[in-house]
Protein backbone atom coordinates (compact mmCIF):
# COMPACT_ATOMS: atom_id res chain seq x y z
CA UNK A 1 0.00 0.00 0.00
CA UNK A 2 1.40 3.47 -0.37
CA UNK A 3 0.18 6.80 0.09
CA UNK A 4 -1.66 7.94 3.59
CA UNK A 5 -4.10 9.73 2.49
CA UNK A 6 -8.07 9.59 2.02
CA UNK A 7 -8.48 6.14 1.42
CA UNK A 8 -11.14 4.82 3.69
CA UNK A 9 -12.13 1.79 1.48
CA UNK A 10 -9.11 0.13 2.36
CA UNK A 11 -8.24 -0.84 5.57
CA UNK A 12 -4.88 -1.37 6.52
CA UNK A 13 -4.35 1.71 4.97
CA UNK A 14 -3.85 5.27 6.30
CA UNK A 15 -7.42 5.97 6.77
CA UNK A 16 -9.40 9.21 8.01
CA UNK A 17 -9.92 10.87 11.39
CA UNK A 18 -12.63 11.39 14.11
CA UNK A 19 -13.98 13.92 16.56
CA UNK A 20 -16.56 15.29 19.21
CA UNK A 21 -18.90 17.43 16.81
CA UNK A 22 -19.90 20.78 18.05
CA UNK A 23 -15.60 22.21 18.35
CA UNK A 24 -15.42 21.08 15.22
CA UNK A 25 -11.37 21.05 15.71
CA UNK A 26 -9.39 19.25 18.24
CA UNK A 27 -8.69 22.10 21.08
CA UNK A 28 -4.94 22.54 20.30
CA UNK A 29 -6.14 23.97 17.31
CA UNK A 30 -9.07 26.08 18.74
CA UNK A 31 -6.95 29.21 18.77
CA UNK A 32 -6.11 28.83 15.34
CA UNK A 33 -9.56 27.89 13.43
CA UNK A 34 -9.75 30.48 11.15
CA UNK A 35 -12.72 33.25 12.37
CA UNK A 36 -12.74 34.49 9.32
CA UNK A 37 -15.75 32.95 7.33
CA UNK A 38 -15.81 35.39 4.05
CA UNK A 39 -19.15 35.63 4.25
CA UNK A 40 -19.78 31.73 4.12
CA UNK A 41 -23.10 30.33 4.99
CA UNK A 42 -24.23 27.25 6.72
CA UNK A 43 -25.48 26.67 3.08
CA UNK A 44 -22.63 27.02 1.84
CA UNK A 45 -20.90 24.20 3.99
CA UNK A 46 -23.91 22.09 2.79
CA UNK A 47 -23.29 22.30 -0.55
CA UNK A 48 -19.15 21.69 -0.10
CA UNK A 49 -19.96 18.41 1.53
CA UNK A 50 -22.14 17.08 -1.01
CA UNK A 51 -19.39 17.74 -3.50
CA UNK A 52 -16.42 16.67 -1.37
CA UNK A 53 -18.78 13.37 -0.66
CA UNK A 54 -19.44 12.63 -4.49
CA UNK A 55 -15.50 13.71 -5.72
CA UNK A 56 -13.99 11.08 -2.99
CA UNK A 57 -15.68 8.80 -3.83
CA UNK A 58 -14.94 9.30 -7.30
CA UNK A 59 -11.75 9.99 -6.53
CA UNK A 60 -10.78 6.93 -4.27
CA UNK A 61 -12.34 4.66 -6.81
CA UNK A 62 -10.01 5.25 -8.77
CA UNK A 63 -7.33 5.36 -6.75
CA UNK A 64 -8.12 2.03 -5.33
CA UNK A 65 -8.37 0.07 -8.23
CA UNK A 66 -4.97 1.21 -9.58
CA UNK A 67 -3.12 0.86 -5.92
CA UNK A 68 -5.21 -3.03 -5.76
CA UNK A 69 -3.28 -3.60 -8.93
CA UNK A 70 -0.02 -2.35 -7.71
CA UNK A 71 -0.29 -4.30 -4.65
CA UNK A 72 -1.32 -7.57 -6.59
CA UNK A 73 1.32 -6.85 -9.22
CA UNK A 74 4.58 -4.75 -8.38
CA UNK A 75 6.36 -3.93 -10.97
CA UNK A 76 8.10 -0.27 -12.16
CA UNK A 77 4.94 0.72 -13.99
CA UNK A 78 2.65 -0.44 -11.21
CA UNK A 79 4.66 1.94 -8.72
CA UNK A 80 4.52 4.73 -10.92
CA UNK A 81 0.95 4.43 -11.67
CA UNK A 82 0.11 4.13 -8.16
CA UNK A 83 2.29 7.24 -7.67
CA UNK A 84 0.18 9.29 -9.99
CA UNK A 85 -3.05 8.28 -8.73
CA UNK A 86 -2.13 8.81 -5.34
CA UNK A 87 -0.54 12.36 -6.41
CA UNK A 88 -3.97 13.69 -7.41
CA UNK A 89 -5.69 12.26 -4.50
CA UNK A 90 -2.96 14.21 -2.12
CA UNK A 91 -3.80 17.49 -4.46
CA UNK A 92 -7.29 17.19 -4.24
CA UNK A 93 -7.54 16.70 -0.15
CA UNK A 94 -4.74 19.41 0.64
CA UNK A 95 -7.12 21.40 -1.42
CA UNK A 96 -10.26 20.96 -0.33
CA UNK A 97 -8.84 20.99 3.06
CA UNK A 98 -7.84 24.57 2.38
CA UNK A 99 -11.07 25.57 0.94
CA UNK A 100 -13.28 23.90 4.20
CA UNK A 101 -11.33 26.32 6.77
CA UNK A 102 -13.32 29.35 5.80
CA UNK A 103 -16.22 26.69 7.50
CA UNK A 104 -14.58 26.69 11.15
CA UNK A 105 -16.01 30.24 12.09
CA UNK A 106 -19.47 28.90 11.68
CA UNK A 107 -22.56 27.21 13.92
CA UNK A 108 -22.61 24.51 11.87
CA UNK A 109 -25.28 21.70 12.68
CA UNK A 110 -23.63 18.21 14.13
CA UNK A 111 -23.45 16.41 11.06
CA UNK A 112 -21.72 19.28 9.12
CA UNK A 113 -19.18 20.19 11.81
CA UNK A 114 -18.42 16.71 12.18
CA UNK A 115 -17.84 16.35 8.31
CA UNK A 116 -15.39 19.52 8.51
CA UNK A 117 -13.55 17.69 11.61
CA UNK A 118 -12.91 14.58 9.57
CA UNK A 119 -11.94 16.44 6.65
CA UNK A 120 -9.28 17.97 8.44
CA UNK A 121 -7.20 15.70 9.89
CA UNK A 122 -8.07 12.99 6.84
CA UNK A 123 -4.13 13.48 5.21
CA UNK A 124 -2.53 10.61 6.38
CA UNK A 125 0.44 11.75 4.21
CA UNK A 126 -0.19 15.71 3.17
CA UNK A 127 1.67 17.06 0.06
CA UNK A 128 2.94 20.41 -0.33
CA UNK A 129 1.42 22.32 -2.54
CA UNK A 130 4.71 22.52 -5.06
CA UNK A 131 3.92 20.04 -7.99
CA UNK A 132 7.17 18.70 -7.82
CA UNK A 133 7.37 18.04 -3.94
CA UNK A 134 4.31 16.22 -4.50
CA UNK A 135 4.97 14.01 -6.91
CA UNK A 136 8.51 13.50 -5.14
CA UNK A 137 6.67 12.68 -2.30
CA UNK A 138 4.17 10.24 -3.80
CA UNK A 139 7.12 8.69 -5.93
CA UNK A 140 8.76 7.76 -2.41
CA UNK A 141 5.98 6.17 -0.49
CA UNK A 142 5.22 3.98 -3.98
CA UNK A 143 9.07 2.81 -3.57
CA UNK A 144 9.58 2.26 -0.06
CA UNK A 145 6.12 0.44 -0.26
CA UNK A 146 7.81 -1.62 -3.60
CA UNK A 147 10.78 -1.89 -1.74
CA UNK A 148 9.39 -4.04 1.28
CA UNK A 149 6.83 -5.91 -0.50
CA UNK A 150 9.79 -7.20 -2.93
CA UNK A 151 12.54 -7.42 0.06
CA UNK A 152 14.55 -10.12 -0.72
CA UNK A 153 17.58 -11.82 1.51
CA UNK A 154 20.10 -14.40 -0.22
CA UNK A 155 22.83 -15.52 1.53
CA UNK A 156 24.30 -19.09 1.30
CA UNK A 157 23.88 -20.02 4.99
CA UNK A 158 20.15 -19.91 4.22
CA UNK A 159 20.42 -22.87 1.38
CA UNK A 160 18.03 -25.69 2.68
CA UNK A 161 15.86 -23.64 5.33
CA UNK A 162 12.51 -23.24 4.20
CA UNK A 163 12.63 -23.35 0.61
CA UNK A 164 10.65 -21.03 -1.23
CA UNK A 165 7.76 -22.74 -3.74
CA UNK A 166 8.81 -23.56 -7.08
CA UNK A 167 12.58 -24.34 -5.25
CA UNK A 168 14.37 -27.43 -4.41
CA UNK A 169 18.19 -28.64 -3.05
CA UNK A 170 19.40 -28.30 -6.86
CA UNK A 171 17.72 -24.71 -8.09
CA UNK A 172 18.12 -23.15 -4.29
CA UNK A 173 20.19 -19.50 -4.80
CA UNK A 174 19.51 -19.00 -0.70
CA UNK A 175 17.06 -16.25 -1.49
CA UNK A 176 14.42 -15.73 0.48
CA UNK A 177 11.14 -13.51 0.92
CA UNK A 178 9.93 -12.21 3.95
CA UNK A 179 7.04 -14.95 4.05
CA UNK A 180 10.28 -17.64 3.82
CA UNK A 181 12.70 -15.97 6.27
CA UNK A 182 9.42 -15.76 8.86
CA UNK A 183 8.86 -19.40 8.74
CA UNK A 184 12.72 -19.69 10.15
CA UNK A 185 11.75 -17.21 12.80
CA UNK A 186 9.11 -19.24 13.78
CA UNK A 187 10.45 -22.59 13.91
CA UNK A 188 13.70 -22.91 13.98
CA UNK A 189 15.95 -22.97 17.50
CA UNK A 190 19.05 -22.34 15.93
CA UNK A 191 20.26 -19.97 17.47
CA UNK A 192 22.74 -17.87 14.23
CA UNK A 193 20.27 -19.73 11.46
CA UNK A 194 17.65 -17.35 14.08
CA UNK A 195 20.05 -14.41 13.72
CA UNK A 196 20.77 -14.81 10.17
CA UNK A 197 17.42 -14.58 9.25
CA UNK A 198 16.68 -11.76 10.90
CA UNK A 199 19.36 -9.53 10.24
CA UNK A 200 18.58 -10.77 6.87
CA UNK A 201 15.08 -9.55 6.81
CA UNK A 202 16.45 -6.26 8.28
CA UNK A 203 19.29 -5.65 5.79
CA UNK A 204 16.45 -5.19 3.31
CA UNK A 205 15.26 -1.66 5.13
CA UNK A 206 18.51 -0.38 4.22
CA UNK A 207 18.26 1.75 1.19
CA UNK A 208 15.12 3.70 2.69
CA UNK A 209 17.04 5.01 4.87
CA UNK A 210 17.56 8.09 3.33
CA UNK A 211 14.35 7.59 0.96
CA UNK A 212 12.63 8.45 4.96
CA UNK A 213 13.69 11.06 5.79
CA UNK A 214 13.07 13.15 2.48
CA UNK A 215 9.20 11.06 2.81
CA UNK A 216 9.69 12.99 6.31
CA UNK A 217 10.73 16.12 5.26
CA UNK A 218 8.29 16.39 2.39
CA UNK A 219 5.52 15.47 4.57
CA UNK A 220 6.08 17.61 7.48
CA UNK A 221 5.83 20.17 5.09
CA UNK A 222 2.70 19.33 3.45
CA UNK A 223 1.31 19.05 7.04
CA UNK A 224 2.56 22.43 7.85
CA UNK A 225 0.41 24.20 4.58
CA UNK A 226 -2.11 23.07 6.36
CA UNK A 227 -1.92 24.48 9.59
CA UNK A 228 -0.51 21.46 11.84
CA UNK A 229 3.19 21.45 13.55
CA UNK A 230 4.24 18.18 11.90
CA UNK A 231 2.53 14.74 10.59
CA UNK A 232 2.55 13.44 13.56
CA UNK A 233 -0.50 16.48 15.11
CA UNK A 234 -2.53 15.13 12.70
CA UNK A 235 -2.36 11.28 13.36
CA UNK A 236 -2.80 12.09 17.39
CA UNK A 237 -5.39 14.46 16.74
CA UNK A 238 -8.01 12.18 15.21
CA UNK A 239 -9.31 10.47 18.30
CA UNK A 240 -11.86 13.10 19.81
CA UNK A 241 -9.53 14.32 21.83
CA UNK A 242 -7.20 17.08 22.19
CA UNK A 243 -3.84 15.45 21.07
CA UNK A 244 -1.99 15.84 24.34
CA UNK A 245 -4.88 13.84 26.31
CA UNK A 246 -4.82 11.43 23.92
CA UNK A 247 -1.66 10.45 24.29
CA UNK A 248 -1.85 10.68 28.15
CA UNK A 249 -4.84 8.56 27.63
CA UNK A 250 -2.56 5.86 25.73
CA UNK A 251 0.09 6.20 28.72
CA UNK A 252 -2.80 5.95 31.49
CA UNK A 253 -3.97 2.78 29.25
CA UNK A 254 -0.52 1.15 29.14
CA UNK A 255 0.43 1.92 33.31
CA UNK A 256 -2.61 -0.35 33.64
CA UNK A 257 -1.53 -3.61 31.41
CA UNK A 258 2.12 -2.79 31.69
CA UNK A 259 2.39 -5.34 34.83
CA UNK A 260 0.79 -8.57 32.54
CA UNK A 261 3.78 -7.85 29.97
CA UNK A 262 6.71 -7.80 32.26
CA UNK A 263 5.34 -11.12 33.88
CA UNK A 264 5.19 -13.06 30.66
CA UNK A 265 8.26 -11.18 29.78
CA UNK A 266 10.14 -12.98 32.93
CA UNK A 267 8.23 -16.08 32.11
CA UNK A 268 9.58 -16.26 28.83
CA UNK A 269 13.05 -14.81 29.62
CA UNK A 270 13.45 -17.91 32.09
CA UNK A 271 12.68 -20.78 29.50
CA UNK A 272 14.57 -19.24 26.59
CA UNK A 273 17.31 -18.85 28.68
CA UNK A 274 17.12 -22.36 29.59
CA UNK A 275 16.71 -23.67 26.46
CA UNK A 276 19.32 -21.32 24.43
CA UNK A 277 22.20 -20.88 27.69
CA UNK A 278 22.43 -17.55 29.62
CA UNK A 279 25.52 -16.54 27.57
CA UNK A 280 22.39 -16.22 24.33
CA UNK A 281 19.55 -15.49 26.65
CA UNK A 282 20.48 -13.97 30.16
CA UNK A 283 18.39 -14.70 33.02
CA UNK A 284 18.08 -11.04 34.04
CA UNK A 285 17.78 -8.09 31.62
CA UNK A 286 16.50 -7.59 28.10
CA UNK A 287 16.19 -10.71 26.01
CA UNK A 288 17.38 -10.36 22.42
CA UNK A 289 14.80 -9.81 19.58
CA UNK A 290 14.99 -12.50 17.41
CA UNK A 291 14.44 -15.38 19.60
CA UNK A 292 10.03 -14.77 20.21
CA UNK A 293 9.42 -16.58 17.04
CA UNK A 294 8.13 -13.64 15.25
CA UNK A 295 10.39 -11.14 12.75
CA UNK A 296 9.25 -8.38 15.37
CA UNK A 297 9.14 -10.28 18.37
CA UNK A 298 5.25 -8.78 18.12
CA UNK A 299 3.15 -11.99 18.94
CA UNK A 300 5.00 -14.91 20.53
CA UNK A 301 2.57 -17.50 19.25
CA UNK A 302 4.77 -19.27 17.25
CA UNK A 303 6.41 -20.13 20.98
CA UNK A 304 3.57 -21.37 22.30
CA UNK A 305 4.58 -25.00 22.23
CA UNK A 306 7.84 -24.35 24.42
CA UNK A 307 6.46 -22.62 26.84
CA UNK A 308 2.96 -24.69 27.31
CA UNK A 309 2.14 -24.35 30.94
CA UNK A 310 0.29 -27.50 31.28
CA UNK A 311 1.85 -30.13 28.16
CA UNK A 312 -1.14 -31.71 26.66
CA UNK A 313 -3.76 -30.23 28.79
CA UNK A 314 -6.49 -29.18 26.35
CA UNK A 315 -5.19 -26.62 24.22
CA UNK A 316 -5.28 -28.16 20.90
CA UNK A 317 -2.44 -27.50 18.34
CA UNK A 318 -4.99 -25.68 15.52
CA UNK A 319 -2.73 -25.73 13.04
CA UNK A 320 -2.30 -29.48 13.28
CA UNK A 321 -5.90 -29.81 13.17
CA UNK A 322 -6.30 -27.74 10.51
CA UNK A 323 -3.69 -29.70 7.97
CA UNK A 324 -5.36 -33.10 9.39
CA UNK A 325 -8.75 -31.84 8.60
CA UNK A 326 -7.39 -31.24 5.40
CA UNK A 327 -8.34 -27.23 5.26
CA UNK A 328 -7.35 -25.19 2.48
CA UNK A 329 -7.16 -21.39 2.50
CA UNK A 330 -10.90 -20.81 1.20
CA UNK A 331 -12.39 -22.96 4.36
CA UNK A 332 -10.59 -21.14 6.90
CA UNK A 333 -11.79 -17.74 4.98
CA UNK A 334 -15.15 -19.56 5.34
CA UNK A 335 -14.78 -20.67 8.44
CA UNK A 336 -14.31 -17.03 9.23
CA UNK A 337 -17.32 -15.98 7.52
CA UNK A 338 -19.32 -18.49 9.07
CA UNK A 339 -18.41 -16.33 12.80
CA UNK A 340 -19.94 -13.17 11.27
CA UNK A 341 -23.23 -15.03 9.86
CA UNK A 342 -23.98 -17.32 12.70
CA UNK A 343 -24.19 -13.45 14.67
CA UNK A 344 -27.10 -12.57 12.26
CA UNK A 345 -25.16 -10.37 9.88
CA UNK A 346 -25.10 -11.03 5.75
CA UNK A 347 -22.53 -13.42 3.81
CA UNK A 348 -19.86 -11.98 1.76
CA UNK A 349 -20.82 -11.24 -1.38
CA UNK A 350 -19.89 -13.80 -4.29
CA UNK A 351 -17.03 -11.27 -6.33
CA UNK A 352 -15.54 -10.97 -2.70
CA UNK A 353 -14.53 -14.82 -3.44
CA UNK A 354 -13.67 -14.53 -7.84
CA UNK A 355 -11.58 -11.28 -6.67
CA UNK A 356 -9.88 -11.18 -3.53
CA UNK A 357 -6.16 -12.39 -3.69
CA UNK A 358 -5.74 -15.29 -0.99
CA UNK A 359 -2.21 -16.75 -2.25
CA UNK A 360 1.39 -15.33 -3.28
CA UNK A 361 1.60 -15.81 -6.70
CA UNK A 362 4.92 -17.91 -7.86
CA UNK A 363 5.37 -15.89 -10.51
CA UNK A 364 5.52 -12.05 -9.32
CA UNK A 365 5.34 -9.66 -6.82
CA UNK A 366 3.05 -8.82 -4.24
CA UNK A 367 2.78 -6.84 -1.38
CA UNK A 368 1.68 -9.79 0.84
CA UNK A 369 1.12 -8.02 4.49
CA UNK A 370 -3.24 -8.64 4.75
CA UNK A 371 -5.56 -6.01 4.12
CA UNK A 372 -8.98 -5.94 3.28
CA UNK A 373 -10.57 -3.54 0.68
CA UNK A 374 -13.99 -1.93 -0.57
CA UNK A 375 -13.02 -1.13 -3.82
CA UNK A 376 -14.51 2.36 -4.90
CA UNK A 377 -16.82 1.88 -1.48
CA UNK A 378 -19.09 0.10 -3.72
CA UNK A 379 -19.78 -3.14 -1.79
CA UNK A 380 -16.96 -4.54 -3.79
CA UNK A 381 -15.10 -6.03 -1.03
CA UNK A 382 -12.19 -7.75 -0.91
CA UNK A 383 -8.90 -9.13 0.97
CA UNK A 384 -5.22 -9.79 0.02
CA UNK A 385 -3.46 -12.26 1.91
CA UNK A 386 -0.54 -14.89 1.50
CA UNK A 387 -2.49 -16.88 3.38
CA UNK A 388 -0.75 -20.23 4.67
CA UNK A 389 -2.88 -22.63 6.25
CA UNK A 390 -2.21 -22.12 9.80
CA UNK A 391 -3.70 -20.61 13.35
CA UNK A 392 -1.43 -17.15 12.85
CA UNK A 393 -3.48 -17.05 9.33
CA UNK A 394 -7.06 -17.86 10.66
CA UNK A 395 -6.77 -15.25 13.74
CA UNK A 396 -5.40 -12.81 10.43
CA UNK A 397 -8.65 -13.52 8.14
CA UNK A 398 -11.13 -12.60 11.21
CA UNK A 399 -9.03 -9.26 11.82
CA UNK A 400 -9.72 -8.91 7.87
CA UNK A 401 -12.98 -9.36 7.51
CA UNK A 402 -13.58 -7.77 10.23
CA UNK A 403 -12.41 -4.82 8.69
CA UNK A 404 -14.83 -6.15 5.66
CA UNK A 405 -18.07 -6.21 7.91
CA UNK A 406 -17.42 -2.55 8.93
CA UNK A 407 -17.28 -1.42 5.22
CA UNK A 408 -20.42 -3.43 4.57
CA UNK A 409 -22.07 -1.94 7.63
CA UNK A 410 -21.64 1.66 6.99
CA UNK A 411 -21.97 1.76 3.46
CA UNK A 412 -24.69 3.92 3.27
CA UNK A 413 -23.06 7.00 5.59
CA UNK A 414 -21.74 9.59 3.71
CA UNK A 415 -17.87 9.51 2.43
CA UNK A 416 -16.16 10.55 4.79
CA UNK A 417 -18.12 8.78 7.63
CA UNK A 418 -17.30 5.52 6.29
CA UNK A 419 -14.42 4.86 8.61
CA UNK A 420 -14.28 3.56 12.33
CA UNK A 421 -15.50 5.18 14.97
CA UNK A 422 -11.69 5.68 15.27
CA UNK A 423 -9.20 3.58 13.46
CA UNK A 424 -8.90 1.41 16.79
CA UNK A 425 -12.49 0.44 16.19
CA UNK A 426 -11.81 -0.84 12.84
CA UNK A 427 -8.73 -2.97 13.59
CA UNK A 428 -10.70 -4.28 16.85
CA UNK A 429 -13.75 -6.03 15.16
CA UNK A 430 -12.24 -9.56 13.95
CA UNK A 431 -9.93 -9.76 16.54
CA UNK A 432 -13.20 -9.64 18.95
CA UNK A 433 -14.42 -12.37 16.87
CA UNK A 434 -10.92 -13.85 17.06
CA UNK A 435 -11.66 -14.41 21.00
CA UNK A 436 -14.14 -16.56 20.75
CA UNK A 437 -12.85 -19.37 18.92
CA UNK A 438 -12.82 -20.75 22.01
CA UNK A 439 -12.39 -24.79 22.03
CA UNK A 440 -16.02 -24.94 22.36
CA UNK A 441 -16.63 -23.19 19.46
CA UNK A 442 -13.75 -25.42 17.39
CA UNK A 443 -15.40 -28.75 18.64
CA UNK A 444 -19.02 -27.07 17.10
CA UNK A 445 -17.82 -26.11 13.90
CA UNK A 446 -15.43 -29.80 13.62
CA UNK A 447 -12.44 -28.42 13.79
CA UNK A 448 -11.77 -30.54 17.24
CA UNK A 449 -13.44 -33.59 18.26
CA UNK A 450 -13.70 -33.36 21.87
CA UNK A 451 -12.95 -30.83 24.37
CA UNK A 452 -11.24 -30.81 27.53
CA UNK A 453 -12.05 -29.03 30.64
CA UNK A 454 -9.81 -28.54 33.14
CA UNK A 455 -8.42 -25.80 35.55
CA UNK A 456 -5.11 -26.51 33.38
CA UNK A 457 -6.70 -26.28 30.08
CA UNK A 458 -7.63 -22.90 31.11
CA UNK A 459 -4.16 -21.71 31.52
CA UNK A 460 -3.25 -23.27 28.69
CA UNK A 461 -6.02 -21.33 26.82
CA UNK A 462 -4.82 -18.12 28.29
CA UNK A 463 -1.53 -18.74 27.85
CA UNK A 464 -1.82 -19.08 24.10
CA UNK A 465 -3.68 -15.97 23.97
CA UNK A 466 -1.25 -13.61 25.89
CA UNK A 467 1.40 -14.24 23.57
CA UNK A 468 -0.58 -13.12 21.19
CA UNK A 469 -2.39 -10.29 23.04
CA UNK A 470 -0.21 -9.15 25.38
CA UNK A 471 3.43 -9.55 24.00
CA UNK A 472 2.05 -7.19 21.66
CA UNK A 473 1.04 -3.96 23.77
CA UNK A 474 4.37 -2.83 24.12
CA UNK A 475 5.54 -2.67 20.29
CA UNK A 476 1.53 -1.39 19.85
CA UNK A 477 2.65 1.27 21.26
CA UNK A 478 6.22 1.99 21.21
CA UNK A 479 5.94 1.86 16.43
CA UNK A 480 4.20 5.43 16.92
CA UNK A 481 6.00 6.74 19.72
CA UNK A 482 9.14 6.66 17.05
CA UNK A 483 7.52 7.98 14.32
CA UNK A 484 5.48 10.70 16.58
CA UNK A 485 9.36 11.53 17.53
CA UNK A 486 10.67 11.50 14.16
CA UNK A 487 7.95 13.70 12.96
CA UNK A 488 8.35 16.15 15.41
CA UNK A 489 12.09 16.58 14.85
CA UNK A 490 12.47 15.40 18.28
CA UNK A 491 14.88 12.90 16.81
CA UNK A 492 17.11 13.92 14.16
CA UNK A 493 17.55 10.97 11.29
CA UNK A 494 21.08 10.28 12.33
CA UNK A 495 19.33 8.78 15.54
CA UNK A 496 16.55 6.66 13.74
CA UNK A 497 18.04 3.96 14.71
CA UNK A 498 19.29 4.43 18.22
CA UNK A 499 15.86 5.89 19.34
CA UNK A 500 14.43 2.38 17.68
CA UNK A 501 16.15 0.33 20.04
CA UNK A 502 15.82 3.04 22.93
CA UNK A 503 12.55 2.09 22.49
CA UNK A 504 12.23 -1.51 21.60
CA UNK A 505 14.36 -2.04 25.38
CA UNK A 506 12.31 0.21 27.24
CA UNK A 507 9.26 -0.55 26.16
CA UNK A 508 9.65 -4.64 25.27
CA UNK A 509 12.57 -5.27 26.91
CA UNK A 510 14.41 -6.49 23.63
CA UNK A 511 17.76 -5.71 22.44
CA UNK A 512 18.82 -6.53 18.69
CA UNK A 513 20.85 -9.76 18.28
CA UNK A 514 24.09 -7.83 17.42
CA UNK A 515 24.47 -4.06 17.41
CA UNK A 516 22.97 -1.71 15.08
CA UNK A 517 24.51 1.26 13.60
CA UNK A 518 22.67 4.18 11.68
CA UNK A 519 23.78 2.42 8.58
CA UNK A 520 20.60 0.29 9.37
CA UNK A 521 16.99 1.58 9.02
CA UNK A 522 15.48 -1.27 11.50
CA UNK A 523 11.77 0.94 11.39
CA UNK A 524 12.03 -0.11 7.66
CA UNK A 525 11.68 -3.68 8.53
CA UNK A 526 8.17 -3.29 9.49
CA UNK A 527 5.46 -2.68 6.92
CA UNK A 528 3.39 0.04 8.67
CA UNK A 529 7.01 2.30 8.19
CA UNK A 530 7.54 2.19 4.66
CA UNK A 531 3.65 1.40 4.03
CA UNK A 532 3.03 5.01 6.37
CA UNK A 533 0.39 2.99 8.26
CA UNK A 534 -0.52 4.32 11.50
CA UNK A 535 -0.05 1.88 14.43
CA UNK A 536 -1.59 3.37 17.49
CA UNK A 537 -4.55 1.83 16.03
CA UNK A 538 -3.23 -1.71 16.69
CA UNK A 539 -2.85 -1.05 20.09
CA UNK A 540 -6.16 0.57 20.66
CA UNK A 541 -7.70 -2.37 19.14
CA UNK A 542 -5.89 -4.89 20.97
CA UNK A 543 -7.72 -3.02 24.22
CA UNK A 544 -10.66 -2.58 22.80
CA UNK A 545 -11.30 -6.29 21.89
CA UNK A 546 -11.98 -7.23 25.25
CA UNK A 547 -14.11 -4.75 26.22
CA UNK A 548 -16.19 -5.87 23.28
CA UNK A 549 -15.90 -9.09 24.09
CA UNK A 550 -16.93 -8.26 27.78
CA UNK A 551 -19.83 -6.18 26.76
CA UNK A 552 -21.02 -8.30 24.07
CA UNK A 553 -20.79 -11.62 26.03
CA UNK A 554 -22.74 -9.64 28.88
CA UNK A 555 -25.90 -9.14 26.28
CA UNK A 556 -24.97 -13.09 25.16
CA UNK A 557 -25.93 -13.63 29.21
CA UNK A 558 -22.79 -15.50 29.63
CA UNK A 559 -21.98 -16.85 32.96
CA UNK A 560 -18.31 -17.72 34.07
CA UNK A 561 -14.97 -16.63 33.50
CA UNK A 562 -14.59 -14.22 30.30
CA UNK A 563 -11.99 -16.17 28.44
CA UNK A 564 -14.65 -19.04 28.21
CA UNK A 565 -17.17 -17.33 26.47
CA UNK A 566 -18.07 -17.33 22.95
CA UNK A 567 -20.68 -15.39 21.25
CA UNK A 568 -20.76 -17.50 18.14
CA UNK A 569 -24.59 -17.59 17.37
CA UNK A 570 -25.53 -15.18 19.42
CA UNK A 571 -27.74 -13.25 17.54
CA UNK A 572 -28.37 -10.20 20.66
CA UNK A 573 -25.05 -9.65 20.40
CA UNK A 574 -24.67 -9.40 16.68
CA UNK A 575 -26.86 -6.66 16.63
CA UNK A 576 -25.34 -4.84 19.20
CA UNK A 577 -22.33 -5.02 17.11
CA UNK A 578 -23.91 -4.03 13.80
CA UNK A 579 -25.42 -1.41 15.45
CA UNK A 580 -21.89 -0.06 16.25
CA UNK A 581 -20.41 -0.99 12.53
CA UNK A 582 -23.40 1.24 10.99
CA UNK A 583 -22.37 4.03 12.71
CA UNK A 584 -18.90 3.99 11.26
CA UNK A 585 -17.40 7.80 12.11
CA UNK A 586 -20.41 9.66 11.72
CA UNK A 587 -20.48 10.41 15.80
CA UNK A 588 -17.23 10.60 17.91
CA UNK A 589 -16.47 6.73 19.12
CA UNK A 590 -17.56 7.33 22.93
CA UNK A 591 -21.20 7.02 20.94
CA UNK A 592 -20.33 4.12 19.15
CA UNK A 593 -18.47 2.18 22.06
CA UNK A 594 -21.68 3.16 23.84
CA UNK A 595 -23.64 1.72 21.16
CA UNK A 596 -21.96 -2.06 21.86
CA UNK A 597 -20.88 -1.53 25.52
CA UNK A 598 -23.05 1.15 27.38
CA UNK A 599 -19.26 2.74 28.71
CA UNK A 600 -18.02 5.45 26.94
CA UNK A 601 -14.18 4.97 28.20
CA UNK A 602 -11.81 2.63 26.87
CA UNK A 603 -10.73 0.60 29.86
CA UNK A 604 -8.31 -1.99 30.39
CA UNK A 605 -10.41 -3.58 33.28
CA UNK A 606 -11.54 -5.98 30.64
CA UNK A 607 -8.32 -7.19 29.67
CA UNK A 608 -6.74 -7.20 32.83
CA UNK A 609 -10.33 -9.84 34.38
CA UNK A 610 -9.51 -11.83 31.53
CA UNK A 611 -6.24 -13.27 31.99
CA UNK A 612 -6.70 -12.97 35.68
CA UNK A 613 -5.95 -16.53 36.63
CA UNK A 614 -3.39 -16.40 34.21
CA UNK A 615 -1.60 -13.34 35.47
CA UNK A 616 -1.96 -15.50 39.00
CA UNK A 617 0.24 -18.61 37.99
CA UNK A 618 2.51 -16.34 36.14
CA UNK A 619 3.62 -14.88 39.09
CA UNK A 620 3.25 -17.81 41.00
CA UNK A 621 6.28 -18.71 38.31
CA UNK A 622 7.89 -16.08 38.29
CA UNK A 623 9.05 -16.04 42.00
CA UNK A 624 12.51 -16.01 42.94
CA UNK A 625 12.91 -13.89 39.32
CA UNK A 626 14.79 -10.13 38.83
CA UNK A 627 11.75 -9.40 36.52
CA UNK A 628 11.93 -6.33 34.33
CA UNK A 629 15.07 -5.24 32.77
O1 LIG B 1 -1.23 -5.06 9.96
C1 LIG B 1 -2.02 -5.78 10.53
C2 LIG B 1 -3.18 -6.42 9.75
C3 LIG B 1 -3.65 -5.58 8.65
S1 LIG B 1 -4.47 -4.14 9.17
C4 LIG B 1 -2.73 -7.73 9.18
N1 LIG B 1 -1.87 -6.07 11.84
C5 LIG B 1 -0.75 -5.55 12.62
C6 LIG B 1 0.58 -6.13 12.17
O2 LIG B 1 0.58 -7.11 11.43
O3 LIG B 1 1.62 -5.62 12.57
C7 LIG B 1 -2.76 -6.91 12.65
C8 LIG B 1 -2.10 -7.02 13.98
C9 LIG B 1 -1.05 -5.95 14.04
ZN1 LIG C 1 -6.29 -4.47 10.13
Same mark, same amino acid.
Given at each position: ?28 ? @? ?40 ? !? ?19 ? #? ?125 ? @? ?48 ? #? ?166 ? !? ?13 ? !? ?77 ? @? ?63 ? #? ?6 ? !? ?15 ? @? ?7
Amino acid at each position: MALAMLLPGFACAPALPAESPPPPVSAEL @NDQILEDTGGATVEDARAFFKAVDRELRELIGETERVMWVKN !TYITHDTEILEARANEQVMEY #SARRIKEARRFEGLDLPEDLARQLYLLRYSAGLPAPDDAEKRSELASLASKMDGLYGKGSYCSPKLKGHALPAGKNKANDDGCRSLMELSKIIAESRDYDLLKEAWEGWHSIARPMRPMYQRFVELA @NAGSRELGFEDLGQIWKGRYDLPSEEFVAEMDRLFVQVKPLYEQLHCYMR #SRLSARYGADKVPATGPMPAHVLGNMWAQEWTNLYKEVEPFPGKGQPDLTKQMVKKGYDHIQMVKLAEGFFTSLGMKPLPQTFWERSLFLKPADRDVVCHASAWDVGMSGDLRIKMCIKVDYEDLVTIHHELGHNYYFMYYHDQPTLFQQGANDGFHEGIGDTLALSV !TPAYLKEVGLIDAVQ !TSPEADINLLMSRALEGIAFLPFGKMIDQWRWDVFSGKVPPEKYNEHWWKLRREFQGLVPPSPRGEAEFDPGAKYHIPG @NVPYIRYYIARILQYQFLRALCRTAGHQGPLHQCSIYGNKAAGEKMMAMLKLGASKPWPEALAAI #SGETKMDA !TAIIDYYAPLMTWLKEK @NQGQQCGW
